[in-house]
């Protein structure tokens, strides 16, 4: 994917992210875990648990992206690879006792569901975003939420993301 169609997906979902119902910024730290052509876009639900949602390019053309999402307890993105637990088939929450998770959107539609993204017209189809939306606000979030209400997480503070001492790490 050339650089003008990866800022246009990025500015793209970034506002997407930034309007869901727990706003997600771009997560500009380095990790070994998030790949150079992946975006991360984190909710800092606060000091040390994170929210997480990754634009997962897809490694063989570039021409297509998936969705993952998980959390870390330890205030980082989270050190693990997905599909650790490939019998999940739908979401499962025992997966919320895990103190590291990520995961595909997969468990949500019962399919890897990627989504093209046309690099001659630096354009990801209003079909597709409309697609994306909806599964974000209709299984994803909720999902997050009820890790957040299992960990007993403060939902009702408006975190401010980037501040506080892990920021600067």
């Known amino acids: 994917m050339d650089p003008k169609s990866r800022k246009q997906l990025l500015a793209r979902f970034a506002g997407l992210a930034l309007g869901l119902p727990i706003p997600f910024v771009r997560y500009e730290k380095k990790s070994y875990y998030i790949f ?43 050190e693990v690879l997905e599909m650790r637990f490939p019998q999940d088939t739908t979401a499962n929450i025992l997966r919320y006792a895990e103190d590291e998770y990520v995961e595909r959107t997969r468990v949500f539609v019962g399919r890897d569901q990627w989504w093209p993204f046309e690099a001659s017209r630096a354009d990801v189809s209003e079909k597709s975003f409309t697609e994306i939306e909806t599964l974000l606000h209709a299984k994803v979030v909720p999902y997050l939420q009820g890790f957040l209400r299992f960990r007993k997480v403060d939902q009702t503070a408006q975190p401010r993301h980037g501040e506080g001492p892990r920021a600067r790490e």
């Open 36 to 78: 150079p052509s992946n975006y991360a876009f984190v909710h800092d639900a606060n000091e040390d648990v994170k929210l997480f949602l990754t634009v997962y390019v897809d490694p063989k053309g570039e021409s297509a992206f998936t969705l993952q999402f998980g959390w870390s307890v330890k205030g980082r993105y989270p």
